[in-house]
């Protein structure tokens, strides 16, 4: 297994459940270790290891969502689940898998918004969302909130693709899986869009930030505000 219970400085008050989410080089491992450092991460770690793994190479295959959930039943209330912890943080979930799901049509509708034969063309294509409202609904009920990671389109190239910290090489082989750089960039835009879409089919608290500045420490404080609900929270 890979969640881990994390020793910490500094005391949270009141009950943290964030789910930190982002596409590759959006700075997931950057905030989480910022947290570490300043005493700020949750208790209870689940890292995209356990989450998420290969999942892009289970694309439509049997078990494709799997692993959300056994991380429901891992949490769950009961003799078959330890509950869900006061203090927790997981790395990807739901959105990261909505990210990677083919498209569907949307249904045309008129200009006044009714469903008609006569139509001002088709909506643009979106993944199917019905899969995973039932994970957004754990999410929900069990007072969590969700931080997606951004990075301006224009810096995706050097974050993302080809990441400084690997000699600005694709070191994840997107570019032969997608057949090109340009293929490559476009499904990290697409992906990261659809993360930011999916939000509003939520209905969990969730935050968008901005990591241009790379500021981890204060990226990170930013989050574990946000996150903490001592003081009541939508």
Request: net charge neutral; hydrophobic share 40%.
């Amino acid at each position: 297994m890979h969640w881990q219970t994390t020793p910490r400085r500094l005391p949270l008050r009141g009950r943290t459940r964030i789910v930190l989410e982002g596409v590759t080089g959006a700075g997931k491992s950057s905030v989480i270790g910022a947290m570490r450092e300043s005493g700020r991460l949750p208790a209870c770690f689940v890292s995209e290891d356990e989450t998420f793994g290969d999942a892009m190479l289970e694309v439509g295959q049997p078990g494709f969502r799997r692993r959300l959930t056994e991380v429901c039943a891992r949490f769950a209330a009961g003799p078959t689940g330890q509950g869900v912890p006061e203090e927790i943080l997981i790395e990807r979930f739901h959105l990261s898998y909505y990210a990677q799901e083919p498209v569907r049509s949307r249904p045309p509708v008129n200009l006044l918004g009714a469903a008609s034969r006569e139509t001002a063309g088709s909506l643009p294509e979106e993944p199917d969302w019905t899969p995973y409202q039932v994970f957004d609904d754990w999410l929900l009920d069990g007072g969590f909130s969700v931080v997606v990671l951004a990075i301006s389109e224009e810096r995706l190239r050097e974050r993302s693709l080809l990441r400084r910290e690997f000699g600005g090489t694709d070191w994840q082989g997107f570019v032969p899986h997608f057949g090109s750089e340009a293929n490559a960039l476009e499904a990290l835009r697409t992906s990261q869009a659809r993360r930011i879409e999916a939000l509003e089919k939520s209905r969990v608290r969730s935050l968008v930030v901005n990591t241009d500045s790379e500021a981890w420490a204060s990226i990170a404080a930013q989050i574990a505000a946000f996150g903490n609900l001592a003081g009541g929270g939508k």
